[in-house]
């Protein structure tokens, strides 16, 4: 597996990540702990070194599953958590908090449950907009001289918010959604991360299985399946959208590879700098996956991706609007 480095600090981590989110639910039934933690292992063998995972997924039974798979090989990977949910006693979430004495309560949390006694990038997860980004920064930074954490991220931050974070504590990465159909941070974010020198992890780099091909009008979503409140997988907007999956597709055929090396690809060839994290449960999915960092797409593919991109209007937003608040873009 080919590496990238996340931040001016030098975090070296593998080419694609693997996101842990839906091992422990997100999309259907909750698959076997004992079945998710052979398959990190398996892709810790298979190259990756990059694992995410947060608190507040499950909550806390993702990064404990996490913990787990990855304490035999703790000094060959890096591991990233996130922080800035409050729960109540019944671990319920209950909102947004980013206040100082949260996060190193939080932090003592994810340090236990991940069975470490450092996290090598912490994200933000949202902006708490009721704590300064500045106390924010500061608390990680603190954190940073204690040694409980190594690096500061943010996920799903505005330009600004990024600028202030940065100007006291470097931030080494910024998590946000990106992909052929998710092109927003285009405009400001990303050329605010190249400026400043900082990694991009895009999430949902395949559309939350959209572009993979494998997902059309006829797919249907269980209640806990959360594309099932998502405007952009209602059939309608399936069906407006497949323009899309079937320009991929049609890349793929003549390049002999997959939709799904495509999509991956083309966030790879877009900075050397992007690293991004497609969770799956599955080893073929796994292999194929981290195949796609060995997929070159010429300058002529690119120019012709970036064509049709210009013609595609994609139908449905990428969250209900309750969700979409939480984010700072």
């Known amino acids: 597996m080919q590496t990238r480095t996340l931040g001016r600090e030098g975090l070296v981590v593998s080419a694609l990540g693997l996101g842990c989110m ?74 947004l908090s980013s206040r100082p004495d949260h996060i190193r309560t939080a932090v003592e949390g994810s340090l236990r449950r991940l069975r470490t006694d450092h996290i090598d990038l912490y994200y933000q997860h949202r902006v708490d907009p009721d704590t300064p980004i500045e106390d924010v920064a500061g608390a990680v930074k603190d954190l940073i001289a204690e040694g409980k954490v190594r690096h500061f991220g943010m996920s799903e931050a505005g330009a600004e918010t990024i600028r202030r974070a940065n100007a006291v504590q470097p931030v080494t990465a910024v998590q946000s959604e990106y992909s052929l159909w ?44 959360i594309r099932a409140v998502i405007p952009r997988f209602t059939q309608e907007a399936m069906a407006a959208n497949q323009v899309l999956v079937d320009l991929v597709g049609e890349i793929a055929g003549r390049k002999g590879t997959t939709p799904a090396q495509i999509a991956l690809a083309w966030l790879l060839a877009q900075k050397p700098w992007i690293v991004p994290i497609p969770g799956t449960k599955k080893l073929e999915r796994l292999e194929e996956n981290t195949g796609a960092a060995d997929v070159e797409l010429t300058p002529d593919d690119l120019t012709e991706i970036g064509a049709a991109l210009a013609q595609v209007d994609i139908l449905g937003a990428r969250y209900p609007e309750h969700l979409e608040r939480q984010t700072g873009l």
């Open 182 to 225: 998710t092109r927003s941070i285009e405009a400001e974010i990303l050329p605010t991360l190249e400026e400043l020198g900082i990694g991009m992890v895009p999430f949902s780099p395949l559309g939350k299985g959209f572009l993979t091909g494998t997902v059309d009008t006829a797919a249907t979503f269980e209640s806990n399946d």
């Open 22 to 95: 839906s091992m422990t639910g997100g999309y259907s039934k909750t698959p076997d702990r004992q079945e998710m933690i052979a398959f990190i292992r398996a892709a810790v063998d298979r190259g990756v070194t990059f694992f995410d995972t947060a608190e507040v997924y499950g909550p806390f039974i993702n990064e404990a599953l996490v913990g787990e798979a990855l304490e035999p090989v703790r000094d060959q990977v890096v591991i990233a958590t996130k922080f800035a949910f409050a729960f109540d006693e019944n671990g319920s979430q209950t909102g």
